[in-house]
């Protein structure tokens, strides 16, 4: 298979598993800007309720996402340059609400996190 053709078939895969989280590490790199298009369509409207991490080079892929966190490299790991926060989606929850909180509603005290 080709690249291309290996990331449409990851692509497919996740769909068939709906996870709660996706974390996509240059997934779309060996396609056009049409099918990374599609791809990400298809995800964000059959998955609403995921939470998408990308590490991408693509800054067409920042309207799929409703938060853009820069990291640059520094000497024993990575500082963090901006965070900066983009449309959010509906029905979706942020990665470290979903960690605290789990996926149901019942009880305790609920705090936001940023």
């Known amino acids: 298979l080709s690249g ?14 709906s996870p709660d989280i996706i ?3 240059e997934a779309t790199s060996a396609l ?7 791809m990400m369509e298809t995800i964000v409207h059959e998955l609403p309720k995921v939470t998408i ?14 938060r853009k966190i820069t990291l640059e490299r520094r000497k024993g790991g990575a500082k ?5 926060e983009l449309v959010p989606r509906k ?4 990665v470290f609400q979903r960690a ?6 019942k009880g305790g005290a609920r705090r936001e996190v940023e």
């Open 4 to 17: 291309g053709e290996k990331q449409r078939l990851a692509f497919a895969r996740l769909l068939l598993h």
């Open 53 to 66: 991490i990308s590490v991408a080079h693509r800054a067409e892929l920042e309207a799929f996402h409703s």
């Open 100 to 105: 605290l909180w789990g996926s149901g509603t």
């Open 23 to 25: 974390v996509l590490d």
């Open 32 to 38: 056009d800007e049409k099918s990374q298009e599609k």
């Open 91 to 94: 029905g979706k929850r942020n």
């Open 80 to 84: 963090l340059v901006s965070d900066i």
